[in-house]
């Protein structure tokens, strides 16, 4: 049986990115082949090749254009891709060709809380200016809107009165790499 391909888009530090590598290192079914940066000197870049994933990094610019990215995740049989932790907007024609199998987290309970400039510390900002009781991550397909696409999952976390924005950047996180492997997982096996 082949194997199903993953590709990993991330820009930073990359902990849900090693964490779905280690995740699905002996996988019967699932592999992830290649990590895709648009930052050379992301520590997310080191980490991957140090665990044997090969690494393809793209200027802003190739990256937007999507065609090369496209020649290169079709060159290795990609089946899915998975934005862990990736800022840049994915290009129409990359969509396109990957059609609800491109899969993101985002740190919010979407629809709250998402969209463009919402990621990291600026979603815990907002949630916490709000008042907000609970937060939490939100695991969907992506489409053309930023953080619009088919909710697979949320999983939530409660609020205390002194939460500031890294212990809620801890909670989150928590649950990241709790349940981000296993909706991949469950979603590329079934989709």
Same mark, same amino acid.
């Given at each position: 049986?082949?194997?199903?391909?993953?590709?990993?888009?991330?820009?930073?530090?990359?902990?849900?990115?090693?964490?779905?590598?280690?995740?699905?290192?002996?996988?019967?079914?699932?592999?992830?082949?290649?990590?895709?940066?648009?930052?050379?000197?992301?520590?997310?870049?080191?980490?991957?090749?140090?665990?044997?994933?090969?690494?393809?990094?793209?200027?802003?610019?190739? @990256? *937007?254009?999507? +065609? =090369?990215?496209?020649?290169?995740? /079709?060159?290795? %049989?990609?089946?899915?891709?998975? !934005?862990?932790?990736?800022?840049?907007?994915?290009?129409?024609?990359?969509?396109?060709?990957?059609?609800?199998?491109?899969?993101?987290?985002?740190?919010?309970?979407?629809?709250?809380?998402?969209?463009?400039?919402?990621?990291?510390?600026?979603?815990?900002?907002?949630?916490?200016?709000?008042?907000?009781?609970?937060?939490?991550?939100?695991?969907?397909?992506?489409?053309?809107?930023?953080?619009?696409?088919?909710?697979?999952?949320? @999983? *939530?976390?409660? +609020? =205390?009165?002194?939460?500031?924005? /890294?212990?809620? %950047?801890?909670?989150?996180?928590? !649950?990241?790499?709790?349940?981000?492997?296993?909706?991949?997982?469950?979603?590329?096996?079934?989709?």
């Amino acid at each position: 049986m082949n194997k199903k391909s993953i590709a990993l888009f991330a820009s930073g530090n990359g902990s849900n990115a090693v964490n779905l590598i280690h995740f699905f290192r002996n996988h019967a079914q699932i592999e992830v082949k290649l990590l895709v940066c648009n930052k050379a000197d992301a520590p997310v870049v080191a980490k991957a090749e140090s665990m044997g994933i090969e690494v393809l990094i793209f200027t802003n610019e190739e @990256f *937007e254009s999507g +065609l =090369t990215v496209l020649q290169e995740l /079709d060159y290795r %049989a990609i089946d899915w891709i998975i !934005l862990a932790g990736f800022l840049r907007k994915i290009p129409v024609n990359i969509i396109r060709g990957y059609q609800n199998r491109i899969m993101n987290i985002h740190p919010s309970l979407l629809p709250k809380y998402g969209g463009k400039g919402m990621y990291g510390r600026f979603v815990h900002e907002a949630v916490i200016g709000a008042k907000e009781l609970k937060s939490g991550i939100s695991i969907h397909l992506v489409d053309e809107e930023f953080d619009r696409g088919e909710i697979l999952a949320q @999983f *939530e976390t409660e +609020l =205390t009165p002194t939460d500031t924005s /890294d212990s809620l %950047a801890e909670k989150i996180h928590a !649950l990241e790499h709790k349940h981000f492997p296993i909706i991949v997982e469950r979603t590329v096996l079934t989709h």
